[in-house]
């Protein structure tokens, strides 16, 4: 079983960036096609964004133009920017089709 760690979220204001990162117990980024998922309150979770191991991106159309998915051979990243209130949610990372155990996910609160 694998575990992902995802980190940088944070308070931003409307219109700001962040930098989300996951960390996962072995090296799997650029075996599987890989994933970002964001769960705001009250909400079920949601696809985000998500990379294929041959480095192919995708978006939901809500995050598209302002997010950038991308991975090494150690982290997967979410550039995220001209970010929003309805951008505040927690953050996971996962693989982007058969999902593994989910981490804790990293807050993001989009306020001014």
């Known amino acids: 079983q694998v575990q992902f760690v995802e980190s940088g979220g944070g308070l931003v204001q409307p219109g700001g960036s962040l930098r989300l990162s996951c960390t996962a117990s072995r090296s799997i980024f650029r075996t599987y096609a890989m994933a970002w998922y964001r769960q705001a309150p009250g909400k079920q979770r949601e696809w985000v964004a998500s990379?294929?191991?041959?480095?192919r991106t995708d978006y939901a159309n809500s995050v598209k133009g302002r997010f950038a998915i991308s991975r090494d051979n150690a982290k997967m990243y979410l550039q995220m920017s001209s970010l929003k209130p309805e951008d505040t949610a927690v953050y996971y990372c996962?693989?982007?089709?058969?999902?593994?155990?989910w981490g804790q996910g990293t807050q993001v609160t989009v306020s001014s």
């Open positions: 996962n693989r982007a089709s058969v999902t593994m155990a």
């Open positions: 990379i294929s191991s041959g480095g």
